[in-house]
């Protein structure tokens, strides 16, 4: 399984983006996805995590402004954010849970000014 995640920028405060994660190889063997964040001089965390049956599980700092989003169709699963802080500032990351491993994509800046 690959990832490839996108559609990170810079955005004033109250703004909105929509990161997208596409998932190519065996993607049958994703049991859930993730994504998570890693601001500069802090641990990565996770933001949202959706598990193969459609559950999903938010941050509670994330909780009512950021939404997770699949189009089976096209092997994507998106990160709806909206009303950004700029203490949403940070690296970007989505994940795939397989049976005994973690894969990552590569990460996506997003940028809220203030």
Same mark, same amino acid.
């Given at each position: 399984?690959?990832?490839?995640?996108?559609?990170?920028?810079?955005?004033?405060?109250?703004?909105?983006?929509?990161?997208?994660?596409?998932?190519?190889?065996?993607?049958?063997?994703?049991?859930? %996805?993730?994504?998570?964040?890693?601001?500069?001089?802090?641990?990565?965390?996770?933001?949202?995590?959706?598990?193969?049956?459609?559950?999903?599980?938010?941050?509670?700092?994330?909780?009512?402004?950021?939404?997770?989003?699949?189009?089976?169709?096209?092997?994507?699963?998106?990160?709806?954010?909206?009303?950004?802080?700029?203490?949403?500032?940070?690296?970007?990351?989505?994940?795939?849970?397989?049976?005994?491993?973690?894969?990552?994509?590569?990460?996506?800046? %997003?940028?809220?000014?203030?």
């Amino acid at each position: 399984v690959q990832l490839q995640a996108f559609g990170g920028g810079l955005v004033q405060a109250g703004g909105s983006l929509r990161l997208s994660c596409a998932a190519s190889g065996s993607i049958f063997m994703i049991n859930a %996805v993730g994504w998570y964040r890693q601001a500069p001089g802090k641990q990565r965390e996770l933001v949202a995590r959706r598990s193969r049956g459609g559950s999903t599980n938010y941050a509670d700092s994330m909780k009512g402004r950021f939404t997770v989003s699949r189009d089976t169709a096209k092997n994507t699963v998106y990160l709806q954010m909206n009303s950004l802080k700029p203490e949403d500032t940070a690296v970007y990351y989505c994940n795939a849970e397989l049976a005994g491993k973690v894969v990552w994509g590569q990460g996506t800046q %997003v940028t809220v000014s203030s």
